[in-house]
């Protein structure tokens, strides 16, 4: 592999939020962005702000050596670089207003999580960039990240799920720990967990490789741990659009077992 440069990748994420800013600005109201347009690739329903705000992103896509893999869009290409991208990840939070969604965008050489090189992850709430290249560390807003998750489980944040869920699972999960958090943003929870404003993260429904390609590198470069519930070698999990497996994250390899044993129970 010859060395990887971040910097072309990195402005092209970041003309992308700017162009997205625009986006949501001329869709403020709920009505405008859950408007449905058709059914993605990934199976689950396209609607108005999930079409603008892809389309920001894969023209600036034109022309390169790539292959897309998009939850709109499907998988496109077959260039040497693979990019992931979930233009609004927490589209739901979106469409009502809730300040708590992202961009994702993941760049790899290869099909596998192990081949991610490049994940960007932006806050359109908090305005939080968070940026990690392999082997090189992760940032936020372009500085360190100062903390890391404790060495228990204080606070344990649940993504992918509905209160069925949480009622099957939280019997398991209460007695590990002490605070609850549930977002609606897996990626921006992951990037959460990587500067320890989390302990813990559970997915309770499988996670498509789109929602957490680019998180998964800033979690893993802070040295934190990243499990398939499911079974499977994280790093072997493919960039593709099909959702294998639930995902636990945690500061400590032991501490993901436990969160993977919980919900396993």
Same mark, same amino acid.
């Given at each position: 592999m010859s060395e990887f440069d971040?910097?072309?990748w990195l402005d092209l994420?970041?003309?992308?939020?700017?162009?997205? $800013?625009?986006?949501?600005?001329?869709?403020? !109201? /709920?009505?405008?962005r859950e408007?449905?347009?058709?059914?993605g690739k990934g199976g689950d329903i396209t609607v108005a702000i999930d079409e603008a705000t892809e389309n920001a992103?894969?023209?600036?896509?034109?022309?390169?050596?790539?292959?897309?893999?998009? $939850?709109?869009?499907?998988?496109?290409?077959? !260039? /040497?670089?693979t990019v992931v991208i979930d233009p609004i990840d927490g589209s739901q939070n979106c469409e009502r207003g809730i300040p708590y969604f992202c961009m994702s965008l993941a760049?790899?050489?290869?099909k596998t999580m192990d081949d991610v090189l490049f994940g960007f992850v932006y806050d359109f709430g908090s305005r939080e960039e968070w940026v990690a290249i392999k082997g090189g560390g992760a940032t936020l807003n372009g500085g360190p990240i100062l903390d890391l998750p404790k060495d228990h489980l204080q606070f344990l944040s649940i993504e992918a799920t509905k209160g069925t869920l949480v009622l099957e699972h939280l019997p398991a999960l209460a007695p590990i720990t002490d605070r609850v958090r549930i977002m609606g943003a897996q990626a921006l929870?992951?990037?959460?967990?990587?500067?320890?404003?989390?302990?813990?993260?559970?997915?309770?429904?499988p996670s498509r490789p789109v929602d957490i390609a680019a998180a998964q590198l800033i979690v893993r470069e802070r040295?934190?741990?990243?499990?398939?519930?499911?079974?499977?070698?994280?790093?072997?999990?493919?960039?593709?659009?099909?959702a294998r497996s639930r995902v636990v994250a945690a500061g400590t390899p032991e501490l993901a077992a436990q969160l993977a044993a919980a919900i396993n129970a």
């Open positions: 971040a910097a072309p994420c970041r003309a992308a939020v700017v162009e997205i $800013e625009g986006i949501l600005t001329a869709m403020p !109201g /709920r009505d405008e408007r449905p347009i058709g059914e992103i894969i023209r600036r896509l034109d022309g390169l050596d790539v292959a897309i893999v998009s $939850e709109e869009v499907g998988i496109v290409g077959d !260039g /040497r670089w760049v790899a050489e290869g929870t992951y990037c959460h967990l990587s500067a320890g404003r989390t302990d813990g993260v559970v997915c309770l429904k040295g934190c741990t990243m499990l398939l519930a499911d079974g499977g070698v994280f790093g072997e999990h493919p960039l593709d659009l099909k």
